[in-house]
């Protein structure tokens, strides 16, 4: 009834309006939009236009209303009708440019300014909005020019000076943009647009708490701030709080639904939330309100990747540079996904588009993907730059890429710290009484398919004790096709719970809800981890295992199980983590691994049949120059010997042979094995003589895999966790003498050992009786040492107990 009466009363206005009741009606228009009533003012000018659709002034505001609201396309529609009304006023003319340029059509904006100058040559609002546009359209340098001539004409209002700050914090000075913020601030200490974009500098520079400061005054000063409210969501994101985020960016999309930038933001949370459908609809929603914007298609690449959709992933990372060929962030991401795809020389020749040398992750990521295919390119320099980036208190990237180029456990500390200061840790879970029930042991992982993780742990999964224990698994890997190891363990495993779709925070208070004791990451920072499940706290005690050689800097992460080798009680200060030393070797190993029965000979596989085969099956990522450099030396010095490679990549081998050649070795020496099931891949080592490790990222799984299958690993030890794990595997299977201290150590024992066939075989003889006998392979006595540690960790835990170090006897 009372819409019937209004659409009455508006059919009469409309009937009867005489031109004092227009400019009455418009004049009420004019109020409602400066009082912030936006939709009903629309509806006001909608019902002049009816009645005169020329009104110049009617069409104006309402194109402005459009414009404000993020409607570029009708803002420029009803501008452009005003401005053939009456083309002789300038100040339709930068309304124009400012809905074009949100258009990004950024040359026809410039010339809209241009003549609103001609019209009016010392109109300063057109000067200034000529700069801002200069500013969207990344001609940061002439935008910097521009406000610095309106400053020096005494122009410097606190609007200049924060679009110059803008301009500069384009340029990546942040220093300088600061600056250009503060000296805004000083004329005009509320004035939120500085308090805004202060803000998002420090979002640039990862200095959230900061920018959350500036924000929240920005906010303060100006109530319905949309962009603010989504930048702050950005701060707490960045601070690892996706769910705190969210609201923030939902207020920003409410006050701007057509805001392609605000809805971008939304959309990157969505993502981090696993919140996949929505974030998809987001990111749809934002093409739609701006079809040019570039870094919506990067981010739906990265939606998509996220789902483990990798070459769709790429069709939208290239999409992103149809548009913008400059972008950066669309190809750091296209090369993750061409990682991921194991496309490493593509991965390379995208990661060298990202020209933003200064971001540490950049750096590493590009460095990594050069060890991927063994481009040494400024090797010595690489290194030297990512040493120096790591500083305390600094934002760091792709901790786990430092392990095999450095050899610090000091640098390593810090750079995990700085790379898990992005999430913000839940409260500490409080202690509870002993109860008689089973304590409950949750493993967080991706990899429980055929993966070198659950090949390793099959054996302790089916060995734990289910009177005193119960097992849970939690996977968050892709979704896998049945398999013999999923099958297997899943027979064995009380609880196993796929959770890929859950945010993390939804796995940590499903853990919380179950009543999970012992959470044991299995991931730390390699490739699919979900670091923020236990920052939420999924347990009351969180325990780093197996997947990351080192510490995770993380002060929500309890425990780390090692042994004394792979973390002697010297490098203890360098681990954030309590240390559970286990007897012998902190590696478990699967006694039942398979071994196949086929006899390879050597001629099949591209080896010599009479030469001696040193042999290499590790990642190309860790082979550094320093080591082929001693490799090298070593096939010289052993007349007629070849090196035995896993082949990676074409890329890799192709640079491997080169590298040879450039150190005087026959790039044929190196012989390359191509990928096999793994029963067949072991049984092929029987043909190598002598595995040869790298450093300072040893052998892991691949020094288990060759003694499992009797040969000889010869390592040598540095400082670091990932430096001594092959030390320990051959510790624990009483092989101590192929442990080496020092370079010329390792090549006067290889070369020792290649010349005296005799001393050879007495320690593959030696291999041979002990490998079933040693506690390397023996999986049942390894679970009850975990078993000792779960137990008296938790005791700990139950007495209310810090977590302390401890060893677990034998």
């Given at each position: 009834m009372a819409s019937s009466k209004k659409t009455q009363a508006s059919q009469l206005f409309t009937q009867s309006a005489r031109p004092a009741d227009l400019a009455a009606e418009l004049q009420r228009a004019v109020a409602l939009h400066r009082a912030g009533q936006w939709a009903q003012a629309g509806a006001a000018y909608e019902r002049i236009l009816a009645l005169?659709?020329?009104?110049f002034s009617c069409l104006h505001l309402l194109g402005v209303l459009m414009l404000q609201g993020g409607r570029h396309a009708d803002a420029e529609r009803l501008i452009s009708q005003a401005i053939g009304a009456q083309p002789n006023t300038a100040t339709p003319y930068i309304n124009l440019a400012l809905a074009q340029?949100?258009?990004?059509?950024?040359?026809?904006?410039?010339?809209?300014?241009?003549?609103?100058?001609?019209?009016?040559?010392?109109?300063?609002?057109?000067?200034?909005?000529?700069?801002?546009?200069?500013?969207?359209?990344?001609?940061?340098?002439?935008a910097v020019d521009q406000f610095d001539r309106l400053i020096s004409t005494g122009h410097g209002t606190a609007e200049v000076w924060t679009n110059r700050g803008i301009a500069l914090a384009q340029l990546r000075h942040y220093p300088d943009a600061l600056e250009s913020y503060r000296k805004a601030l000083s004329i005009a200490p509320a004035f939120p647009k500085a308090h805004y974009n202060m803000g998002t500098a420090l979002i640039e520079t990862r200095n959230y708490g900061d920018a959350l400061q500036a924000l929240d005054r920005a906010i303060s000063s100006h109530p319905n701030y949309a962009e603010a409210f989504s930048a702050k969501g950005q701060a707490l994101h960045g601070l690892g709080n996706p769910g705190e985020a969210k609201p923030w960016h939902e207020r920003a999309a409410a006050l701007k639904p057509h805001a392609a930038q605000i809805l971008l933001s939304y959309a990157n949370c969505l993502v981090d939330l696993r919140e996949y459908e929505?974030?998809?609809?987001?990111?749809?929603?934002?093409?739609?309100?701006?079809?040019?914007?570039?870094?919506?298609?990067?981010?739906?690449?990265?939606?998509?990747?996220?789902?483990?959709r990798h070459e769709d992933a790429l069709a939208n990372y290239d999409r992103a540079l149809q548009i913008n060929p400059l972008l950066e962030s669309a190809y750091f991401f296209k090369a993750t996904s061409e990682m991921a795809l194991k496309r490493y020389a593509d991965a390379l020749q995208s990661m060298q588009r990202c020209t933003e040398s200064g971001r540490f992750d950049t750096m590493l990521a590009r460095q990594y993907c050069r060890m991927m295919v063994c481009d040494w390119t400024d090797f010595d320099g690489s290194v030297q730059r990512?040493?120096?980036?790591?500083?305390?208190?600094?934002?760091?990237?792709?901790?786990?890429?430092?392990?095999?180029?450095?050899?610090?456990?000091a640098l390593h500390l810090i750079a995990a710290s700085n790379f898990a200061s992005k999430w913000k840790p839940a409260a500490t879970l409080s202690p509870k009484s002993h109860g008689t029930g089973k304590i409950k042991i949750g493993y967080y992982s991706a990899d429980f398919h055929d993966h070198a993780t659950t090949f390793l742990m099959a054996e302790l999964f089916e060995s734990h004790d289910t009177e005193r224990f119960e097992i849970y698994a939690f996977s968050f890997g892709p979704a896998q096709a049945a398999?013999?190891?999923?099958?297997?363990?899943?027979?064995?495993?009380?609880?196993?719970?796929?959770?890929?779709?859950?945010?993390?925070?939804?796995i940590a208070a499903l853990s919380r809800s179950l009543g999970i004791d012992v959470a044991v990451d299995l991931k730390g920072?390699?490739?699919?981890?979900?670091?923020?499940?236990?920052?939420?706290?999924?347990?009351?005690?969180?325990?780093?295992?197996?997947?990351?050689?080192?510490?995770?800097?993380?002060?929500?992460?309890?425990?780390?199980?090692?042994?004394?080798?792979?973390?002697?009680?010297?490098?203890?200060?360098?681990?954030?983590?309590?240390?559970?030393?286990?007897?012998?070797?902190?590696?478990?190993?699967?006694?039942?691994?398979?071994?196949?029965?086929?006899?390879?000979?050597?001629?099949?596989?591209?080896?010599?049949?009479?030469?001696?085969?040193?042999?290499?099956?590790?990642?190309?990522?860790?082979?550094?120059?320093?080591?082929?450099?001693?490799w090298m030396r070593l096939l010289r010095n052993v007349d007629g010997s070849v090196l035995w490679l896993l082949q990676s990549n074409t890329p890799a081998m192709q640079n491997l042979r080169k590298e040879?050649?450039?150190?005087?070795?026959?790039?044929?020496?190196?012989?390359?094995?191509?990928?096999?099931?793994?029963?067949?891949?072991?049984?092929?080592?029987?043909?190598?003589?002598?595995?040869?490790?790298?450093?300072?990222?040893?052998?892991?799984?691949?020094?288990?895999?060759?003694?499992?299958?009797?040969?000889?690993?010869?390592?040598r030890t540095g400082q670091s966790f990932a430096s001594r794990v092959a030390?320990?595997?051959?510790?624990?299977?009483?092989?101590?003498?192929?442990?080496?201290?020092?370079p010329a150590d390792f090549e006067a024992k290889a070369i020792a050992l290649a010349q005296d066939p005799g001393s050879l075989r007495a320690i593959r003889d030696k291999l041979d009786h002990q490998r079933l006998r040693s506690p390397l392979f023996d999986g049942v006595q390894f679970t009850r040492h975990m078993e000792s540690a779960y137990i008296a960790m938790h005791e700990r835990y139950c007495q209310g107990l810090a977590p302390a170090a401890m060893e677990i006897k034998a």
């Open positions: 005169q659709p020329g009104n340029s949100g258009q990004h059509k950024y040359d026809n904006a410039l010339d809209s300014i241009a003549k609103a100058l001609a019209l009016q040559p010392d109109l300063v609002e057109a000067q200034v909005n000529r700069g801002a546009i200069l500013v969207q359209a990344k001609r940061s340098q002439e929505a974030a998809h609809r987001t990111i749809e929603a934002a093409l739609s309100a701006d079809p040019q914007l570039a870094d919506a298609y990067v981010a739906g690449g990265h939606l998509l990747a996220c789902q483990w990512i040493r120096e980036e790591i500083q305390p208190g600094k934002p760091a990237e792709l901790a786990f890429s430092l392990l095999s180029l450095i050899d610090d456990p398999s013999r190891m999923l099958e297997r363990i899943t027979r064995k495993l009380d609880h196993f719970i796929e959770v890929r779709g859950k945010s993390d925070e939804e920072f390699t490739t699919d981890a979900r670091f923020g499940i236990f920052a939420a706290r999924c347990a009351p005690l969180q325990v780093s295992y197996l997947g990351y050689p080192g510490t995770t800097g993380a002060d929500f992460i309890d425990y780390v199980i090692a042994d004394e080798t792979v973390i002697p009680e010297s490098q203890q200060a360098h681990y954030t983590e309590k240390v559970i030393y286990l007897p012998h070797s902190y590696q478990v190993n699967d006694s039942q691994r398979a071994i196949s029965s086929r006899v390879f000979e050597r001629q099949e596989l591209g080896l010599p049949q009479q030469a001696f085969v040193f042999c290499c099956f590790n990642s190309s990522n860790k082979i550094l120059p320093a080591t082929f450099d001693a040879a050649e450039a150190r005087g070795v026959d790039g044929m020496r190196l012989v390359f094995a191509e990928y096999m099931p793994l029963e067949e891949h072991l049984a092929r080592y029987r043909l190598a003589d002598l595995f040869i490790d790298t450093f300072p990222y040893n052998a892991h799984t691949t020094a288990s895999d060759a003694l499992w299958a009797g040969l000889p690993v010869l390592t030390a320990s595997l051959l510790t624990a299977i009483g092989l101590p003498e192929l442990i080496t201290h020092t």
